[in-house]
C-alpha cells in the first residue's frame, strides 16, 4: 500500500481481539458498501469515498464513477479482510497485535495478525483493513448484522454455473467461506512481497490434498467478477495442479474443469482465453484418453461463429495440433479430414489470430504427410499465395514455415509459382523479425537440397547470395551479448572461426507438430559441435542459417557458386568495419569445402 502523503495523526494502540474484531469487521463492511453505492453511481457516496482515498494520499483517486468494474476491484485489492477469521465458527482462529497505522476524523488504518487453523493446518497472515467511523458510516450499516456485497473483496463471490457446468458439476456446489479464502489468496498473490508469496504457496499447498481443490480453481477462474489477474493466477495454478496429478483426479472433478475451460475459452478478457487453452492441451498432453473428444467440441465451438469463442478454441487447437499430431494423424480419420477442412476454410477469417493459428496448425501435417492435407494440398498452397500480402509478422513466419516443408515434402506443387515464391522468401529473409528471418532462411537450405529441382535455383544465385552474406553479419544485439565491438582483425583466428560447414535443413531434425521438443543444432549435425563458442549462443539463428545455406549452396554448384560470391566476399573482406569483415570471414569458411578444397 502506498504510504500516506499526510497523516494527521500517527498512533500505535496494540489491543486485544475482542477489544476491536466487531469494529474492524464494521469497518471492512462499510467501506465496502460505500465501493458498492460509488460502483453503482452514488454521488453522495461517490464524494466520501474520494474524500477518505485523498486522506491516505493525494495521488489517491476515486475511479469508481466510471463503472469500470475491473479498477474496483484494483481498488480492493488495496484493503484484504480475511472474514473467515471473525465469522466462522468451525475455524480456530486467534486476531492478535491491532496496530493502528493511521488515524484521521474519517478513517482509521489498521494492521493486524491473524492465527487460524482449518483442518489442522496452521496458517499465519498479517492483513490490514480500513475502518469508515461511525460518524461516516454509510446508511445500512449495522456492526452486529453487516452487509455484504456479492462480489466484495471479502464476502463470498457470487457463483453462476452455465447448463453445461451444472451438468458436468454432478451437483457439486462451492463452499462460500472456502472459496472466498481462496479467492483472497490470489487477491494477495498480485503484491509483490516475497514473505507473503511464501505464505500464498504454503497455504495453496495444503489446499492442493482436498479432492475438488481443481473445481474451486476452475470456478475461480471462470468468475468474472474477479480482476483477470486474479483469474488467471487461478487459471495457471489448476493448469499445474492437472498437470501434477498426471491424470489421477475424480472422473468427476475432471467434467466439470472441461466444462468450465470451455467455457473460458469464450471469455471476453484475451489472457482468460489464452488462459483456458493452455489448461485445455495440459489435460491433452497428460494423456490423450482423458479427454477423447477435445477436438469435435473445440471444432463445435468454432461453429458456433462467436468472434471471442472462436478464436480461443482456435488458439486452444493449434496448441492440440503442435503437441499431438501424430496422435491425430493416427486416430479417427473422419475427425481429422474434418478439422483439416475447417482449418483450410479459417485461413480466409477476418481475425488474423484466427488465420495465423488456422496456418500453424496445418503446418504441423505436411511433414507426416496426413491424408487430408495432401489431398488438399493445391487448395492450400494457393491460399497461402493470398496470404503473402498479408502485413502481419506472425503470418508472415507462418507462410514462410509452410513454404519450406511443402517445397521439402511435394516440391513440384511449389514450382509453377517459383519466381513469385522465391521473391516472397528473398523479401522476408531480409525481414527486421529475426522469426520471420530465420523461417524465411530456412527455404534455401531445403531449396539446395532438392537435387531434382537445381536447375531452377540456379538462375536466382545473384539475389539471393548477397541476401545470405548480408544475414551472416552480427546484429547489434548479438554485438551486445559478446560483449563489445572491439576490432580483432590483428587476433589469429581458431581453427573452428573458418571451418567449413554442413548442414541439413533444420525441419528434417525438428517436425513441427510431432509434439517433440525443438533440438539445438548442435544435436542435429556433430559438424557444428564446435562452431557453437563462434556465436553468441547456441541458438539456431539468422547467421548461423545464412553459413549453412551458402555452405550447401556451395557444395552443390562449387565454382559457380565462388563466380556469384567473390565480389560480395571482397566487399565484405575490405570493408572498415570489423562486423562485415568478421561476416566476410565466415563466409570464406562456409565455401572452403565445397569450392576450395
Not at 487430408?372 to 494457393?382: D, K
Request: glycine residues 4%; aromatic residues 8%.
Amino acid at each position: 500500500m502506498p504510504k500516506p502523503a499526510s497523516p494527521t495523526k500517527s498512533v500505535v494502540a496494540k489491543k486485544t481481539c475482542s477489544d476491536l474484531a466487531s469494529k474492524v469487521e464494521k469497518a471492512v463492511h462499510a467501506f465496502n458498501l460505500w465501493c458498492q453505492q460509488c460502483l453503482h453511481g452514488d454521488a453522495a457516496a461517490h464524494d466520501k469515498f474520494a474524500h477518505a482515498i485523498k486522506s491516505f494520499s493525494t495521488d489517491w483517486k476515486c475511479v469508481f464513477a466510471s463503472g469500470d468494474k475491473a479498477e474496483y476491484s484494483g481498488i480492493k485489492d488495496w484493503f484484504n479482510y480475511d472474514l473467515k477469521v471473525a465469522n466462522d465458527p468451525l475455524a480456530k482462529c486467534h486476531s492478535s497485535n491491532f496496530e493502528t497505522i493511521w488515524e484521521n476524523q474519517d478513517a482509521i488504518l489498521l494492521s493486524y495478525d491473524s492465527e487460524w487453523s482449518k483442518k489442522g493446518v496452521p496458517t499465519h497472515t498479517i492483513y490490514s483493513a480500513m475502518w469508515i467511523k461511525d460518524k461516516d458510516a454509510p446508511h445500512g450499516v449495522n456492526p452486529m448484522n453487516p452487509v455484504i456485497p456479492s462480489n466484495s473483496a471479502v464476502g463470498p463471490p457470487a457463483v453462476v454455473f452455465t447448463p453445461a457446468m451444472a451438468d458436468a458439476s454432478g451437483g457439486w456446489q462451492p463452499r462460500s467461506e472456502d472459496l472466498a479464502s481462496l479467492v483472497l489468496l490470489f487477491v494477495r498473490s498480485s503484491q509483490g512481497d516475497s514473505q507473503v508469496q511464501a505464505q500464498l504457496m504454503q497455504q495453496l499447498h495444503s489446499y492442493a490434498s482436498i479432492a475438488d481443490f481443481p473445481n474451486y480453481l476452475a470456478v475461480i477462474f471462470a468468475l468474472t467478477t474477479e480482476a483477470p489477474g486474479v483469474r488467471t493466477v487461478a487459471g495457471l495454478t489448476l493448469k499445474n495442479t492437472l498437470r501434477d496429478s498426471r491424470g489421477s483426479l475424480h472422473p468427476q472433478v475432471l467434467e466439470f474443469v472441461k466444462a468450465t475451460t470451455l467455457h473460458a475459452l469464450g471469455d471476453a478478457e484475451p489472457i482468460i482465453r489464452a488462459t483456458s487453452g493452455t489448461v485445455i492441451t495440459t489435460l491433452n498432453k497428460i494423456d490423450s484418453r482423458i479427454w477423447p473428444d477435445v477436438v469435435p467440441k473445440l471444432l463445435e465451438l468454432i461453429d458456433m461463429r462467436v468472434p471471442a469463442l472462436e478464436e480461443g478454441a482456435f488458439l486452444a487447437l493449434r496448441k492440440i495440433c503442435e503437441d499431438s499430431c501424430n496422435e491425430l494423424d493416427e486416430g479417427d480419420p473422419q475427425i481429422l479430414s474434418y478439422m483439416i477442412q475447417k482449418l483450410l476454410h479459417h485461413m480466409h477469417n477476418q481475425n488474423i489470430k484466427v488465420r495465423t493459428a488456422a496456418v500453424e496448425s496445418l503446418n504441423q501435417f505436411i511433414l507426416n504427410r496426413s491424408d487430408p492435407l495432401m489431398t488438399n494440398i493445391n487448395a492450400f498452397v494457393a491460399s497461402l499465395y493470398q496470404l503473402t500480402t498479408d502485413v502481419d509478422k506472425g503470418m508472415r513466419r507462418a507462410i514462410c514455415q509452410a513454404l519450406v516443408l511443402i517445397f521439402e515434402v511435394t516440391p513440384e506443387t511449389v514450382i509453377p509459382e517459383l519466381n513469385n515464391v522465391v521473391s516472397f522468401m528473398l523479401f522476408c529473409t531480409q525481414d527486421e523479425e529475426e522469426k520471420v528471418a530465420l523461417e524465411a532462411s530456412e527455404f534455401w537450405l531445403a531449396f539446395a537440397e532438392q537435387e531434382n529441382y537445381r536447375d531452377h535455383l540456379e538462375p536466382f544465385l545473384p539475389q539471393i547470395i548477397p541476401v545470405l552474406v548480408k544475414g551472416m553479419i552480427y546484429t547489434n544485439e548479438e554485438v551486445m551479448m559478446l560483449g563489445g565491438d572491439e576490432d580483432d582483425a590483428s587476433v589469429p583466428d581458431n581453427i573452428q572461426d573458418i571451418k567449413p560447414h554442413h548442414h541439413k535443413s533444420r525441419n528434417h531434425a525438428n517436425t513441427p507438430g510431432s509434439g517433440q521438443p525443438k533440438k539445438d543444432d548442435d544435436d542435429d549435425d556433430d559438424d557444428y559441435d564446435d562452431d557453437d563458442d563462434d556465436d553468441v549462443d547456441n541458438e539456431w539463428n539468422v547467421r548461423k542459417c545464412s553459413a549453412a545455406a551458402v555452405d550447401v549452396l556451395a557444395t552443390v554448384f562449387k565454382e559457380h557458386l565462388l563466380e556469384v560470391l567473390l565480389p560480395h566476399l571482397t566487399q565484405q573482406l575490405s570493408s572498415s568495419d570489423w562486423l562485415h569483415r568478421e561476416a566476410g570471414i565466415l563466409a570464406l569458411g562456409a565455401i572452403a569445402e565445397g569450392t576450395l578444397g
